[in-house]
């Protein structure tokens, strides 16, 4: 098997072929339900922007902003007043960040095109947001490891992606067709996610999850419970 057939979310060798279109294959891992296009069909960065710099995201548009509060609001639900928080993955028009300051609480933003300061990964924070970003990551596990140790005890790291279904609806759906798109999670990869990092998951909708860090506390009781 090549280095590029390893899953890039748990790392696992046992990846086999799923679907193929005109431009790309698929993989999927029977591991963690990661469905993933191979890196040798990965753009570059120059190539990812120029698509990127498509987008006309901005916190101006009211349907945007109603888009994105599928994500804001269950986080909302969960976060106590005057909470610090950071948008991953934020891109040109940063939005997310903005509607959570507007109801009093704290922002820090990146992306590696358009925010690319790598400061705000020595910070703490009590959320952490992710809009239509993971299925963009060409190492998934590395910044999810990357954004779970800046993390709070207790705190949420919420996430909107489309859900993966069935390999048939995969065939013909409209999402995979987007160059950019080389990660497809399903319920199954976010349980995973969820036993990997021993965090409660909740899922929300069919593009949205949650996965919130268990206290430091409650880890020290299930370890001498084991």
């Not at 191979?38 to 945007?64: I, M, T, V």
């Amino acid at each position: 098997m090549q280095d590029h057939d390893m899953c890039p979310l748990c790392k696992e060798c046992a990846s086999h072929f799923y679907h193929r279109d005109r431009r790309r294959t698929y993989l999927h891992c029977p591991v963690c339900d990661l469905v993933f296009v191979p890196d040798s069909f990965h753009l570059s960065q120059q190539e990812s922007k120029r698509e990127y710099d498509l987008h006309q995201n901005s916190p101006d548009d009211a349907g945007y902003r109603k888009f994105l509060s599928r994500l804001l609001q269950p986080v909302l639900a969960r976060i106590a007043a005057g909470a610090c928080g950071l948008d991953f993955g934020c891109g040109p028009g940063p939005t997310l960040s903005i509607l959570f300051e507007e109801r009093g609480h704290v922002m820090a933003i990146y992306d590696p095109i358009y925010a690319p300061d790598q400061r705000v990964f020595a910070e703490q924070y009590d959320f952490i947001t992710s809009s239509e970003v993971f299925e963009h990551l060409q190492d998934p596990w590395m910044e999810i490891e990357r954004l779970w140790a800046c993390l709070k005890p207790e705190g949420v790291l919420a996430v909107m992606t489309k859900r993966v279904l069935t390999k048939e609806l995969f065939a013909n759906w409209h999402y995979k067709n987007d160059p950019t798109h080389i990660c497809f999670f399903s319920e199954s990869t976010v349980q995973w996610l969820g036993k990997k990092l021993q965090a409660s998951v909740q899922l929300v909708g069919g593009d949205v999850f949650l996965l919130i860090k268990g206290s430091e506390k409650l880890k020290k009781v299930n370890h001498r419970g084991k």
